[in-house]
């Protein structure tokens, strides 16, 4: 039994990052200090993905929502800034969610 548990929740990082960045226009300290993702294995056309779902931590927390992993936002889908994939050569699309 280990003292400390695996956080369930990500830093953004690779192509994520650059397309938030590039693409849906969210700048960099917003990334790095309030937003972060869930994160599971996936196929998108027949292509093995790293399916992604990004928010914010505060939010949740306002809310009472603890983040357990990726099914807690099926239950709180309100609370998914960007969902989308990643894939293996790190080729993203993240659809802006609210």
Known sequence: MGLFKK???K???DGAWGYLLNVHKVDA????R???????EGIVDGKAVTLMR?????????????VSGWETFDAHPDLILFEGYLTKSNQVFLEKKR
């Open 11 to 13: 830093e953004i990082h």
């Open 54 to 66: 990004v928010f914010k931590p505060r939010m949740a927390g306002e809310k009472g929502v603890k």
């Open 34 to 40: 309030e937003m972060r993702c869930v994160e599971r």
């Open 7 to 9: 956080a369930v929740d």
């Open 29 to 32: 300290d917003t990334l790095a």
